[in-house]
């Protein structure tokens, strides 16, 4: 049974750090793209950043440049986003996903959500 399971989010104050991770089972972690997304309320679901196992390229969207960093161990099948310099707009629902590529569109499993709150 494929799985990803997110944990590390919480409340912290703007200028804050956390560090997200994201724990993949039944599957081949090497073999596909797994990719942070977020959702804050009222507003649709953006991505985050996403790593190609395959081959360890990264790519972050715009939001997460220059203060957010992802990683992957492939021996432990997890894979986790740094966040620095936090913002009360990074306040949102942030998820793992697996595609077959990070230039993909074939989320197919999604974790059920980590809750992140930047307080001002």
């Known amino acids: 049974e494929v799985q990803l399971v997110e944990s590390g989010g919480g409340l912290v104050q703007v200028g804050g750090s956390l560090r997200l991770s994201c724990a993949a089972s039944?599957?081949?972690?090497?073999?596909?793209?797994i990719g942070w997304f977020r959702q804050a309320p009222g507003k649709e679901r953006e991505g985050v950043a996403c790593?190609?196992?395959?081959?360890?390229?990264?790519y972050y969207f715009d939001s997460a440049k220059g203060r957010f960093t992802i990683s992957s161990n492939n021996g432990k099948n997890t894979m986790d986003l740094q966040m620095n310099s936090l913002e009360p707009e990074d306040t949102a629902v942030y998820y793992c996903?697996?595609?077959?590529?990070?230039?993909?569109?074939?989320?197919?499993?999604w974790g059920q959500g980590t809750q992140v709150t930047v307080s001002s």
């Open positions: 790593i190609n196992n395959s081959d360890g390229t990264v």
């Open positions: 039944g599957f081949i972690f090497d073999d596909y793209a």
């Open positions: 996903a697996r595609d077959s590529h990070c230039s993909g569109d074939g989320w197919d499993y």
